[in-house]
């Protein structure tokens, strides 16, 4: 098929880049969510229309009543053409058994409307009927001019998942016999799921009764930059209804442009469709100081189950997991930003930066930067110098973790502070610590016994 590889990518090579508007949006608020759209034809006036949301039900508010919990909530968008508006509304709910934790599950929706072709500014809101909390949105949305005379193709819908249907399948998500759960923010790492439809192909016998598809990867200047594998398809009738899924493997993380072009071989007419995404791959490196590195960035907030996990994984199970790990973590994973890891990053530059340590050690690496990565700063700290009444110590309290206190001893009088006692139950418990911090006591708290870790 490389010939007809070949002659629709030189008929579109010419194409225009496509506008920076065609991207999905964010949305600001209480209740931040994702936004995409896309459009269909239909016979009449009027087209089909789709908005996609994407959204954390950790964002909603659930009632409990009867073994069951709930969370409404309304989607309102209003479309603004020149002078004219069109408001669109829809009610959802999410009914499970009590008790269930939903925080991180995702709520996907597609969202159905019918408008005329044309350009305009959507305005969309999102709002918790159980809570005085929303998110608003703006996106541009152009509804493409199908011409029933000519070759045409529909937006392109791109998808997490493509399957058959069946009854139990959610209504909103069933299209002419797939379930799609849309990708709204049109990012993958290795595949890309589509679907989009065919109008306007004309009847024929033989060779006549056949399509041409091919699709090419864009980058954001219109530039070529790598070709799929076209095929050739016989004709259901005058519409046609196509999935895909793209290999993108070995393309760089980056934005792209795909692009599907179609050609009728019965009357020769052509016709492209493009619509931008995105590639999004972990880049960790995998030799063995980097895997020693990330489980040291992990080790004092990582549970026992996961630290023992991770020594038995592979190079590459290893590297899995400390995706997985931080996007466990990820308290807004519909942003660009894990807040999470920003402020651990943020703690252990201050504890390398703020805490001595003894050589071949860093900041991190002690007593005091193990309590500040997990707790943060302390509300307060007391310090105490060395002096002819015993050796240097602190005790730093944190008011809003139940006044729990920690007492670092300056044990060798080098400077670096370890801890003796903490009233956090799971830390080293030593109330006769005082005897400790005596000048001529060089006792290695260290080596207490194991009764000294119990909880006070």
Avoid at 126 to 147: I, K, Q, S, V, Y
Avoid at 319 to 325: D, G, N, S, W
Avoid at 433 to 455: H, K, M, V
């Amino acid at each position: 098929m490389k010939h007809i590889l070949l002659s629709l990518c030189l008929a579109q090579a010419l194409l225009a880049p496509l506008s920076g508007e065609d991207i999905p949006v964010m949305a600001r608020g209480a209740i931040p969510f994702w936004a995409d759209r896309a459009g269909f034809y239909t016979p009449d006036s009027l087209n089909y229309g789709e908005l996609y949301l994407q959204c954390l039900c950790r964002h909603l508010t659930f009632r409990e009543m009867n073994d069951r919990q709930r969370a409404a909530y309304r989607v309102e968008a209003t479309f603004f053409a020149e002078r004219d508006s069109m408001p669109f509304k829809w009610e959802k709910q999410i009914v499970t058994d009590a008790g269930i934790d939903l925080r991180d599950q995702m709520i996907t929706e597609a969202l159905r409307f019918r408008i005329a072709p044309g350009t305009y500014r959507v305005h969309i809101r999102l709002r918790d009927l159980h809570a005085n909390a929303e998110g608003t949105c703006e996106l541009d949305f152009t509804m493409p001019e199908f011409d029933s005379a000519a070759l045409t193709m529909s937006d392109i819908q791109f998808a997490h998942r493509i399957d058959a249907a069946n009854t139990q399948t959610t209504r909103s998500l069933v299209k002419n016999g797939f379930k799609i759960v849309p990708n709204t923010r049109r990012s993958t790492e290795t595949t890309s799921n589509i679907y989009f439809e065919l109008y306007g192909l004309a009847e024929g016998e033989g060779r006549a009764a056949t399509f041409d598809l091919a699709y090419a990867l864009l980058d954001t200047a219109g530039q070529r930059i790598k070709n799929f594998p076209s095929a050739r398809y016989r004709k259901p009738g005058t519409t046609a209804i196509k999935t895909e899924s793209l290999d993108l493997k070995g393309v760089p993380s980056g934005q792209y442009v795909l692009e599907i072009t179609a050609r009728d071989n019965g009357t020769g007419k052509m016709t492209t469709r493009q619509k931008a995404f995105s590639v999004q791959k972990p880049a960790l490196a995998t030799d063995s100081a980097s895997l020693k590195r990330y489980y040291e960035q992990i080790r004092y907030i990582a549970t026992k189950t996961e630290r023992e996990t991770y020594a038995t994984l592979s190079t590459t199970e290893k590297v899995k997991f400390i995706l997985t790990f931080w996007k466990k973590r990820d308290p807004t994973p519909l942003t660009p930003e894990n807040e999470f890891a920003t402020e651990h990053f943020r703690r252990i530059r201050y504890a390398d930066e703020h805490f001595s340590a003894r050589p071949g050690q860093k900041g991190s690496d002690t007593d005091q930067g193990r309590i500040h990565i997990k707790y943060g700063l302390p509300t307060d700290i007391e310090r105490n110098p060395f002096s002819a009444t015993g050796k240097a110590f602190e005790i730093w309290t944190y008011e809003h973790l139940k006044y729990y206190e920690f007492v670092f001893l300056d044990r060798l009088g080098d400077g670096v502070y370890e801890m003796i006692h903490a009233t956090m139950p799971g830390e080293r418990y030593n109330p006769n610590w005082r005897d400790q911090q005596a000048i001529g006591d060089q006792t290695d708290p260290t080596s207490l016994p194991a009764e000294a870790f119990s909880p006070p």
